[in-house]
């Protein structure tokens, strides 16, 4: 088993501590267990620009080395890797890359969290928009995607249709041309797809992403990896077992995750 999307306190929107999620990994037998938490806003003036979202920029170094020595603790029980989820805005991510470089990261999950001047799951962002502008919105998201994947800076894209998190409809809406071109971005960026199970916390329900989606990205040859975005503990793999036997079913077999950047191949099973 593994998991390679968790949070912890620092975030302003988690509850538990990083040990507290090292310990619930370990209760479920989990293998490889990523440490990824939200990073600050580094392409902000202050030093916590925004409390709720994300730590504050000083709080960054204790929380890698407080990561660095659970893996080190750990070393003979479970795999621990170090990460951080960075939010992707267009033309800022000079500031992300020259601080998050300066760490010994395995991976970095990429997510775009903020999209046409909301937050995602923003449920008034809905509001003065009908139902037959949906497809087209949907499928700006996704070139948002394509571009983070096309910035190179990610390892993991996260959560690729998390829009649909608080407005449930937005979850059929096709719009398969631009989901293609995201995903062939995605697979020609060297970054890989995480399944993501924390849709159950949100409106809509279920996984990022849709069916449809696992379906194309296994057509398109995208690597995936499973990811269950816990913001407390008792969240680490969640439907971890149902997600396998899924991607099975549409020709999975095996997950990628990374150490120091590098990609490896593990079995599904």
């Known amino acids: 088993m593994i998991d390679l999307h968790t949070h912890h306190n620092r975030c302003g929107h988690a509850t538990g501590s990083l040990r507290d999620y090292v310990i619930a990994a370990l209760d479920k037998g989990v293998t490889v267990l990523g440490l990824s938490d939200h990073t600050p806003m580094f392409a902000e003036e202050a030093d916590q620009a925004l409390p709720p979202v994300a730590m504050p920029k000083s709080e960054f170094p204790s929380y890698i080395a407080e990561a660095l020595a659970l893996k080190e603790e750990f070393a003979h029980s479970i795999e621990i890797l170090v990460s951080t989820e960075a939010d992707f805005f267009q033309g800022r991510m000079d500031p992300y890359s020259k601080a998050l470089g300066s760490y010994p990261l395995d991976y970095v999950i990429g997510s775009v969290h903020m999209f046409e001047g909301h937050d995602i799951f923003d449920t008034t962002r809905w509001e003065n928009i009908e139902d037959g502008e949906l497809a087209a919105v949907k499928g700006r998201y996704f070139r948002a995607i394509a571009e983070c994947a096309r910035s190179g800076l990610f390892q993991v894209m996260g959560h690729v249709d998390a829009l649909k998190g608080n407005h449930p409809k937005l979850g059929a809406v096709p719009a ?27 409106r ?26 816990a913001h407390v503990p008792e969240r680490v793999c969640d439907q971890y077992p149902e997600v396998v036997r899924v991607l099975h079913d549409i020709g999975f077999r095996t997950w990628t995750v990374f150490r120091r950047g590098t990609p490896r191949t593990l079995s599904l099973a």
């Open 176 to 202: 398969p041309a631009a989901a293609d071109e995201m995903l062939r971005a995605i697979r020609d960026s060297g970054a890989v797809m995480e399944i993501n199970t924390s849709g159950n916390t949100k």
């Open 204 to 229: 809509c329900g279920g996984w990022y992403p849709e069916h449809d989606l696992l379906e194309r990205a296994h057509h398109f040859g995208v690597p995936i990896t499973f990811a269950s975005d």
